[in-house]
């Protein structure tokens, strides 16, 4: 693996200093990152099916195509963080993320039709699930590798911390600014009126 650790730079023979907890550079971009995978969750779903009126199941595969490229390409991504080192799979990662953003912004520009605008969306979300797949990857790599073997635990557990604490801002953040109109009278009328 190509990643290095502190202190050992230009002298071969030195022993490792490794840092006493991630570093929190790594665990902050590795957040960011994944806030980026869960802010669209809950809005691409909304615009496939109400605003391009597809169904449920397209619906379900724009979805799960990200994490489809995703699995498809860790492969790809273990074999970019030996040859390559973490930092650089974490950066090519997060290059192809803000790719897959961008499409997803093409895909909402008036005047494109409903086909092509699912396509680009599509487009988005491969980008995304090679990102995805790079970064994370990535950022895990190289934060076991600031920290070494015996502190590898720790090292993952802050990663998990960071990935599932994004998730869940992320879909919340949605929530939290648009209007619950729908979702609130829905449940006011299945309380108001017992189905027994």
């Given at each position: 693996m190509s990643t290095k650790t502190i202190g050992t730079v230009g002298q071969a023979n030195?022993?490792?200093?490794?840092?006493?907890?991630?570093?929190?550079?790594v665990i902050s971009a590795l957040f960011c990152g994944y806030l980026a995978v869960g802010?669209?969750?809950?809005?691409?779903?909304?615009?496939?099916?109400?605003?391009?009126?597809?169904?449920?199941?397209?619906?379900?595969?724009?979805?799960?195509?990200?994490?489809?490229?995703?699995?498809?390409?860790?492969?790809?991504?273990?074999?970019?963080?030996?040859?390559?080192?973490?930092?650089?799979?974490?950066?090519?990662?997060?290059?192809?993320?803000?790719?897959?953003?961008?499409?997803?912004?093409?895909?909402?520009?008036?005047?494109?039709?409903?086909?092509?605008?699912?396509?680009?969306?599509?487009?988005?979300?491969?980008?995304?699930?090679?990102?995805?797949?790079?970064?994370?990857?990535?950022?895990?790599?190289?934060?076991?590798?600031?920290?070494?073997?015996?502190?590898?635990?720790?090292?993952?557990?802050?990663?998990?911390?960071?990935?599932?604490?994004?998730?869940a801002i992320g879909a919340l953040a949605y929530f939290n600014t648009t209007p619950m109109?729908?979702?609130?009278?829905?449940?006011?009328?299945?309380?108001?009126?017992?189905?027994?």
């Amino acid at each position: 693996m190509s990643t290095k650790t502190i202190g050992t730079v230009g002298q071969a023979n030195a022993t490792p200093t490794y840092l006493a907890r991630p570093a929190l550079a790594v665990i902050s971009a590795l957040f960011c990152g994944y806030l980026a995978v869960g802010l669209p969750l809950p809005v691409i779903p909304l615009f496939v099916h109400e605003k391009l009126g597809f169904s449920n199941l397209i619906v379900g595969l724009v979805i799960g195509i990200q994490f489809l490229a995703a699995v498809l390409t860790r492969g790809y991504a273990g074999r970019v963080t030996d040859q390559q080192g973490g930092r650089r799979a974490a950066l090519q990662g997060a290059g192809f993320c803000a790719l897959g953003g961008l499409l997803y912004m093409i895909a909402a520009l008036p005047g494109i039709s409903s086909g092509v605008s699912l396509g680009v969306i599509v487009a988005g979300r491969l980008a995304a699930g090679l990102g995805e797949s790079q970064f994370v990857t990535g950022c895990v790599s190289w934060s076991i590798a600031s920290v070494g073997p015996q502190r590898a635990g720790m090292s993952m557990s802050w990663t998990g911390i960071a990935m599932f604490a994004a998730l869940a801002i992320g879909a919340l953040a949605y929530f939290n600014t648009t209007p619950m109109v729908a979702p609130a009278g829905s449940l006011r009328r299945s309380l108001a009126s017992p189905s027994y």
